[in-house]
């Protein structure tokens, strides 16, 4: 670039900016250089740049051939001398613009900058950092406040969601818990009902069988004077006598007035027993023999212990202790029963699916069966435990059983609230413990431990 090129670009900017030669001579300048030194430009024309300067001519020249030898911009700093006589320090920036040759010296320019006003500005420049830094702080303050708020919005909104959820799942319970209770009461209605109808008639006939048996004998030894005092008979009688094969009739009616009155006997236990489960009048604190509840959940079950074509028969062994009456509420305490006897049977019906009673098994003494144990644990409590020769419960199943609605039944046969209202029976109502013991494989057991009082 030659110097007129030089002034042409330096016109324009608004930066001072000097041409000199490595030997220092001033070659061109703009008019902020002259400005800065207070002169007007034509004064310049001709100067070396130690004229100007207050630094020694040595050390400019040793700056200038600095610039000249690098590519990279040569930092420096220079005294101006004004022309009012005060002085300016300045920050120089050289860079070669024409290396040095044989026809020339090289062309260096050189950017000057007022320190002081470098300086300010540095301070500006600080000033607008802090400023900027603190303003960053802030924001970032407001953005952790931001995000600690959405936090806490978020736990608020996850509480809220498990609250309702709880209130949910305690709606959907009592819900169950009211259905369950309204078909037990239901069932109770119609137990009763029936066992009340059932009752009259049975006591009727119950009532007349003994008098029918005695009345019956008499006649019969009516009949045996009759044929004592008169050894011969009309022919038309002795014929009657061959049709309706006396002897054997004498012989037969005592055994069929036996009969009879077993099995009446037995509709009245039955009656007896439905009577005892609904226990509908028995919503307080009552003291009752368990065995009685025990016995009568069983009459109730009764149909599901027989064989049928799928299932063998469910042997029922009771090992019944003495007992003493216990205080309680009996209809819940035999709804206790009769869910897990129920499950019991399920669990056997199950294992019978699974091939455990097949036909070899069913000549081993290992048939499906259900043992009832009571006995007195202490003057204060006793116990009831229901166990089945089933498949047992894993430890899985286990833990979950007495959550509501756990159930491995599919849908429909199996709502999962049995074991969970027995448990609120039993430890709830009646200050109890009930527990489970299971080895999978070879069955389950139910523990009820329940105060006398
Ligand atoms: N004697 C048992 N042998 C094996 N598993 C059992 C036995 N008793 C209970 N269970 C298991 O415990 C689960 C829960 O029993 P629970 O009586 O509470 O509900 P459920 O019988 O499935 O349904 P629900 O009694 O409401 O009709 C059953 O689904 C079953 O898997
Ligand atoms: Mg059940």
Redesign the pocket.
């Given at each position: 670039m030659s110097p007129e090129q030089f002034l042409e670009l330096a016109k324009v900017l608004p930066e001072p900016l000097l041409l000199v030669s490595s030997k220092g001579e001033l070659l061109a300048s703009n008019q902020p250089v002259a400005d800065m030194l207070g002169l007007r430009r034509q004064e310049l024309r001709g100067k070396m740049l130690f004229d100007l300067v207050t630094e020694c001519a040595n050390d400019i020249i040793k700056y200038l051939q600095a610039c000249s030898s690098s590519r990279a911009m040569i930092l420096g700093s220079l005294t101006l001398r004004r022309n009012d006589g005060q002085t300016l320090i300045c920050r120089s920036q050289g860079a070669v613009i024409q290396p040095w040759s044989a026809e020339s010296s090289a062309l260096i320019v050189l950017r000057l900058e007022n320190r002081t006003v470098a300086s300010n500005n540095f301070l500006l420049l600080n000033d607008k950092i802090e400023e900027l830094a603190k303003e960053v702080q802030k924001r970032k303050q407001a953005e952790l406040e931001l995000q600690k708020a959405n936090e806490e919005l978020e736990i608020r909104v996850e509480e809220r969601t498990i609250a309702l959820q709880e209130t949910l799942n305690e709606l959907q319970i009592t819900q169950t818990q009211l259905i369950?209770a309204e078909k037990m009461s239901s069932l109770g209605q119609m137990i009763a009902g029936i066992a009340h109808e059932v009752n009259n008639p049975v006591s009727f006939i119950y009532g007349n069988l003994h008098h029918a048996h005695k009345y019956t004998q008499d006649l019969l030894k009516l009949l045996q004077i009759y044929q004592q005092a008169c050894p011969n008979l009309p022919l038309e009688l002795e014929k009657q006598i061959e049709e309706i094969d006396l002897d054997f009739l004498i012989e037969d009616i005592i055994k069929l007035f036996d009969s009879m009155r077993v099995g009446t006997e037995r509709i009245r236990e039955i009656v007896q027993s439905l009577r005892n489960f609904s226990r509908l009048d028995e919503a307080e604190l009552k003291q009752v023999n368990i065995h009685e509840g025990i016995d009568s959940t069983l009459m109730i079950l009764e149909h599901r212990l027989q064989a049928t074509q799928e299932y063998p028969e469910i042997h029922v062994i009771r090992k019944y202790g003495q007992l003493p009456n216990v205080t309680c509420y009996p209809g819940q305490l035999n709804q206790v029963f009769m869910?897990?006897l129920?499950?019991?049977i399920?669990?056997l019906e199950?294992s019978a699916i699974a091939g455990r009673w097949s036909a070899v098994n069913s000549t081993t003494i290992d048939n499906p069966q259900i043992e009832i144990r009571t006995e007195v644990i202490n003057q204060n409590w006793i116990m009831v435990t229901i166990a089945?020769n089933?498949?047992?419960?894993n430890e899985q199943?286990r833990s979950k059983?007495?959550d509501p609605f756990?159930?491995?039944?599919p849908v429909g046969?199996?709502?999962?609230?049995?074991?969970?209202?027995?448990y609120q029976i039993i430890v709830e109502k009646h200050g109890g413990k009930l527990s489970?013991f299971?080895t999978v494989g070879k069955?389950?057991e139910?523990m009820i431990k329940i105060p006398v009082k």
């Open positions: 369950q869910n897990i129920a499950n019991a399920d669990a199950r089945d089933g498949l047992g419960i199943v059983l007495f756990f159930t491995t039944k046969k199996g709502t999962g609230l049995g074991l969970y209202v027995s489970c299971s069955g389950a139910f």
